[in-house]
């Protein structure tokens, strides 16, 4: 499956860093984003007190966007096995044509 992972945050780089190492993440963490800019360009939710609440896109080659998961509080965040799902069915799907 030829896939590619990002993460985009507002932390710092230390607190990125430490999000990194905490949870073994293996894929590129971008850092220090501006919250109400990236609000703003994605359409994410931007909070009153300064943070944006998980945002996942699935992009195709093309760059169309797929898939996309805006959340506004504690639930509601694409998860690997819905993400692996719904790849592995596209890629099939591109194979029948």
């Known amino acids: 499956m030829d896939t590619q992972l990002l993460a985009a945050s ?3 780089l230390e607190d990125a860093t430490k999000t990194v190492k905490e949870k073994q993440l293996a894929f590129p963490v971008a850092y220090d984003l501006d919250a109400k800019d990236f609000s703003a360009k994605t359409g994410a939710f931007y909070d009153e007190k ?3 609440h998980a945002t996942g896109f699935l992009i195709n ?6 898939v996309a998961s805006y959340s506004t509080g504690a ?5 690997p096995q819905d993400c692996l799902g719904l790849i592995t069915y596209l890629q099939a799907e591109q194979t029948e044509e």
């Not at 080659?61 to 797929?66: A, C, D, L, S, Y």
């Not at 639930?75 to 998860?79: D, E, F, P």
Request: net charge positive; aromatic share 6%.
């Open 10 to 12: 507002a932390d710092s």
């Open 50 to 52: 300064g943070f944006v």
């Open 61 to 66: 080659r093309t760059g169309k966007i797929i």
């Open 75 to 79: 639930i509601g965040r694409l998860t």
